[in-house]
């Protein structure tokens, strides 16, 4: 069983770039979460895709968007990028209607200069 | 809204003391109630959850309660290792409609056990 796998593990981008973060979802999960985890903070969830649309948002702005693929894979989109978007983003997937099974990827720390 | 308290931390115990992590939350109708651990360089795992009232998740000798009356899901373990310092995370999910994925987190209690 193939788990969570998220791409690149490490980004250092400047104020007002753009930048995609990748997420594989563990084999025969449809859905996919992301979340941002803030230095000592918890996860604040992003939003989440089935069937290759948005299915639910968080208190994030309009510049956090994001695609789901026909395989399940995801991508996250920032843009205008800010000092405050620094942080962890973690991807998590589920198999839809199970919300008890979510399984995370290790992350990709994005670090905005 | 959800949302979830835990105790302040970081908490700093010896190997084979008693762990409590306090962990109260607010939500509308029965959520279910989650333990995350995140180990230093990693994502989060699953712990232990609980999705209904009176349930006791439980794993690897780490056990929660969830208590509707006081609205608490407290982390449990008679004797901690070593291996246990990482940081833990209580959770929940109001699962149905467009929430399935979405987990509420509390801020995170880092613990570290010495030898």
């Known amino acids: 069983e193939t788990g969570v796998t998220q791409s690149p593990t490490h980004l250092i981008k400047t104020r007002g770039q753009q930048v995609t973060l990748r997420c594989s979802s563990q084999s025969g999960h449809n859905t996919v979460s992301w979340y941002q985890q803030a230095l000592g903070q918890g996860p604040q969830f992003i939003f989440q895709?089935?069937?290759?649309?948005?299915?639910g948002r968080g208190n994030f702005p309009p510049r956090f968007s994001g695609l789901q693929f026909p395989n399940y894979s995801s991508e996250l989109n920032v843009n205008a990028l800010e000092l405050d978007d620094s942080a962890l983003y973690l991807c998590?997937?589920?198999?839809?209607?199970?919300?008890?099974?979510?399984?995370f990827g290790n992350g990709t720390r994005l670090t905005v200069t | 809204g959800n949302s979830v308290t835990q105790m302040e931390g970081p908490v700093t115990l010896s190997e084979e003391a008693f762990l409590t992590i306090n962990c109260t939350y607010t939500?509308?109708?029965?959520?279910?109630l989650f333990w995350y651990v995140q180990y230093p360089g990693e994502g989060l795992q699953l712990l232990l959850k609980?999705?209904?009232?009176?349930d006791k998740g439980s794993n690897k000798g780490f056990e929660a309660t969830y208590r509707k009356e006081t609205t608490s899901f407290h982390l449990e373990k008679g004797s901690v290792q070593v291996s246990d310092s990482a940081v833990y995370f209580c959770?929940?999910?109001?699962?149905?409609?467009?929430?399935?994925?979405?987990?509420?987190f509390g801020q995170g209690t880092i613990l570290t056990v010495h030898p």
């Open positions: 609980a999705t209904k009232a009176d």
């Open positions: 998590a997937s589920s198999f839809h209607g199970e919300p008890k099974a979510l399984h």
């Open positions: 939500a509308t109708g029965y959520p279910s």
């Open positions: 959770a929940l999910s109001n699962a149905g409609g467009t929430s399935y994925g979405k987990l509420t």
């Open positions: 895709y089935y069937r290759e649309e948005e299915n």
